[in-house]
């Protein structure tokens, strides 16, 4: 039997939601002959899967917490478990079995301020992931790491821990498709309507408030590409919060706060209507351990700008426009240029859906299920 932590599964979207929901769509039948023991968040639905090879237990903890790390043995029945999955970064202490740990990241161990909250708290939950990475790489019988760029920081790290470690990409799922009818084309108008009022086009970016994500550098190269051009506006889709609070007070001092929009829980039918009538996703971050946002948006046709480090030339690279994050000269003149030539935009959209063709969940589910067999 093999256990994998589905945890991530949940009411609310993440990340590694989407990731884990993929082995748990495909592993039970591309493998017919295992049986699958799934742990699941009690906000979970009631079902992860009807196949007659699963089994499922409520596992009453967050993903990220005490009893995740040091108690889980002690808490759930893993008896006749041969290999464990931990599919959220920190691989947990006492399992007696052989664990497989997906490392989505290394940020904690390399850039911790690029990822923590503010105040004491975030030192805590540095402690915290830090020690649960590490683990996973010097422990792990196999390291799942979701991009090549991944698999690398991890050889920077512990080079004997590259050599255990297997690329299993993210995928871009089905929904992520351009808008081909009359009717998808109206739900893109009616998105913009609903999320971006009074803008005749709209530039998007997507993800939560962090440091690593730069959004400060959106913002003003937003600024500087469209100060005199008041009919194209900046949608930001993340979480409200502190982020919302610094990134008005920059916009109002580029004078662009009325052409601002922060979007807060937007659903995915709309977020994907949002990225049919975008004029380019800018997502220059600064690091990524596969990236999201970009790849849903080639998925759903929209022109990428996105960063030239990290793992984004890996998913972007051929069909995006790769930018240094940290010149807003050069992310200014990607968006110009985008916005302002037609034929580029519409051949960043063809190379785009060429692109997202490598990265498919179901292909993420095989690799994995390889590595379980070289494992088993």
Request: contains cysteine; aromatic residues 8%.
């Amino acid at each position: 039997m093999l256990c994998i932590d589905c945890r991530y599964i949940r009411e609310r979207p993440s990340g590694i939601g989407p990731y884990v929901q993929s082995l748990v769509d495909h592993l039970p039948r591309l493998a017919p002959d295992l049986h699958f023991l799934f742990l699941k968040h009690p906000k979970a639905p009631a079902r992860l899967s009807y196949a007659s090879n699963v089994h499922e237990v409520v596992f009453p903890y967050d993903a990220n917490g005490p009893a995740t790390m040091w108690m889980m043995p002690k808490l759930v029945d893993l008896r006749g478990v041969k290999l464990f999955h931990a599919t959220f970064n920190i691989q947990p202490a006492f399992l007696p079995m052989p664990v497989v740990t997906t490392v989505h990241d290394v940020m904690w161990l390399k850039h911790a301020d690029w990822a923590r909250n503010p105040g004491a708290w975030g030192h805590v939950e540095t402690a915290f992931y830090r020690h649960g990475i590490r683990r996973a790489l010097a422990e792990s019988v196999r390291i799942a790491a979701i991009s090549q760029a991944t698999k690398d920081e991890i050889g920077s790290l512990d080079a004997a821990a590259k050599e255990r470690t297997r690329v299993t990409y993210y995928g871009v799922g089905d929904d992520w498709r351009p808008a081909t009818t009359e009717v998808e084309r109206a739900e893109a108008v009616a998105a913009k309507a609903k999320w971006v009022p009074g803008a005749e086009r709209y530039v998007l970016s997507v993800g939560q408030y962090a440091p690593y994500k730069n959004h400060a550098a959106v913002v003003r190269a937003f600024a500087a590409a469209f100060r005199d051009d008041s009919s194209i506006h900046l949608a930001l889709v993340q979480r409200l919060g502190e982020g919302s609070r610094v990134l008005t007070a920059l916009a109002t001092q580029h004078g662009i706060e009325k052409r601002v929009h922060f979007l807060k829980d937007v659903p995915q039918t709309d977020l994907r209507a949002l990225f049919w009538g975008a004029v380019v996703l800018c997502h220059p971050s600064l690091y990524e351990g596969f990236g999201n946002p970009p790849s849903e948006a080639l998925g759903a046709g929209c022109p990428v700008i996105t960063s030239n480090r990290s793992s984004m030339p890996e998913v972007s690279g051929g069909a995006g426009i790769l930018v240094d994050p940290e010149n807003d000269l050069e992310i200014t003149e990607a968006l110009r240029k985008v916005a302002g030539d037609p034929r580029l935009a519409a051949k960043m959209r063809a190379d785009g859906l060429e692109k997202v063709k490598q990265f498919r969940w179901e292909k993420t589910a095989q690799s994995t299920l390889a590595m379980y067999r070289e494992v088993l």
